[in-house]
T-cell receptor, first 113, second 115 residues
Framework: KAGVTQTPRYLIKTRGQQVTLSCSPI?????VSWYQQTPGQGLQFLFE???????NKGNFPGRFSGRQFSNSRSEMNVSTLELGDSALYLC????????????FGPGTRLTVT | AQSVTQPDIHITVSEGASLELRCNYS??????LFWYVQSPGQGLQLLLK??????LVQGIKGFEAEFKRSQSSFNLRKPSVHWSDAAEYFC?????????????FGKGTTLSVSS
């Protein structure tokens, strides 16, 4: 069974631009969570989607948003990029909403210049 | 508030030696605990998990962890380290807030293996 896939793997953007990252969960998994990883703050929860609805949200500004499609694929969007948004963005999938057993993708490395 | 502390930022172990990575958690209810490993440029791989039952849990790659409620700890161990174990290790607790559930991670411990 294929694992979680994320595209693109690397991205360079300019401050003020917006970016969209994509995540395809493990086949059969219906919940997708997003995390931000930075050297200073570590791994922080962004949000969780299930059945095309946001089920939980971490403490991030409204510039960070996401959505989920009927096939469980998910995208996250960051608008008006700031230098501090440079991070590894990790997507994790689980069978159902609220499951702590999450399987992570390789991440998208976003660099904001 | 729920939190996870990994006291050691960096550990160096000789190849073949035993390993113990420390993890302490703060959580009011029965915790769901995890260890993940991250190799450079990669995502997180689940090593093992504790939900309930036997406090000694076995994982992949020869790792094990012991849940000690009295010490609020969930330390990761391996009897003999291989050079390929060099990576960053994260302890996490499954936490629930008003909105839902999420994993709360420690800051990680970087493991170096010397020959």
């Amino acid at each position: 069974k294929a694992g979680v896939t994320q595209t693109p793997r690397y991205l360079i953007k300019t401050r003020g631009q917006q970016v969209t990252l994509s995540c395809s969960p493990i086949s059969g998994h219906r919940s997708v969570s997003w995390y931000q990883q930075t050297p200073g703050q570590g791994l922080q929860f962004l949000f969780e989607y299930f059945s095309e609805t946001q089920r939980n949200k971490g403490n991030f500004p409204g510039r960070f948003s996401g959505r989920q499609f009927s096939n469980s694929r998910s995208e996250m969007n960051v608008s008006t990029l700031e230098l501090g948004d440079s991070a590894l963005y990790l997507c994790a999938s689980s069978l159902v909403v609220g499951s702590y057993e999450q399987y992570f993708g390789p991440g998208t490395r976003l660099t904001v210049t | 508030a729920q939190s996870v502390t990994q006291p050691d930022i960096h550990i160096t172990v000789s190849e073949g030696a035993s390993l113990e990575l420390r993890c302490n958690y703060s959580y009011g209810a029965t915790p769901y605990l995890f260890w993940y490993v991250q190799s450079p440029g990669q995502g997180l791989q689940l090593l093992l998990k504790y939900f309930s039952g036997d406090t000694l849990v076995q994982g992949i790659k020869g790792f094990e962890a012991e849940f000690k409620r009295s010490q609020s700890s969930f330390n990761l161990r391996k009897p003999s380290v291989h050079w390929s174990d060099a990576a960053e290790y994260f302890c996490a607790v499954g936490a629930q807030n008003q909105a839902g559930t999420a994993l709360i991670f420690g800051k990680g411990t970087t493991l170096s293996v010397s020959s």
